[in-house]
Nanobody, 125 residues
């Protein structure tokens, strides 16, 4: 029902900026979904970086609050993560996730999370 493709990762120096994008191909209503960005550094668990609900509510990990901004364009089925003042500890694979609902053949709503393939962000010192 949903395919997510991230782009915009790369190598950047400390203090630099990157903008990640997530394009969704979906048969469910994108505007009613929650969009999130996660990251996973080597040897660490995947962690939530930022989330944006369909109602416009945002939440951020303490480590990125004030530096990262999540946004979405419902007309284009895209979500973005603007990352400023990057630090070496921001180095990770970043994943886009969509939390949405689709309906079974029987008409029952089924909540599910879909993931993108990830994009590497490396911050060099």
């Amino acid at each position: 029902q949903v395919q997510l493709v991230e782009s915009g990762g790369g190598l950047v120096q400390v203090g630099g900026s990157l903008r990640l994008s997530c394009a969704a191909s979906t048969k469910i209503t994108f505007s009613r979904s929650t969009m999130e960005w996660y990251r996973q550094a080597p040897g660490k668990e995947r962690e939530l970086v930022a989330g944006l609900t369909s109602g416009g509510n945002t939440n951020y990990a303490d480590s990125v609050r004030g530096r990262f901004t999540i946004s979405r364009d419902n007309a284009k089925n895209t979500a973005s993560l603007q990352m400023n003042s990057l630090k070496p500890e921001d180095t990770a694979v970043y994943y886009c996730a969509l939390d949405g609902v689709y309906y079974s053949a029987g008409g029952e709503p089924i909540a599910q999370r879909w993931w993108g393939q990830g994009t590497q962000v490396t911050v060099s010192s």
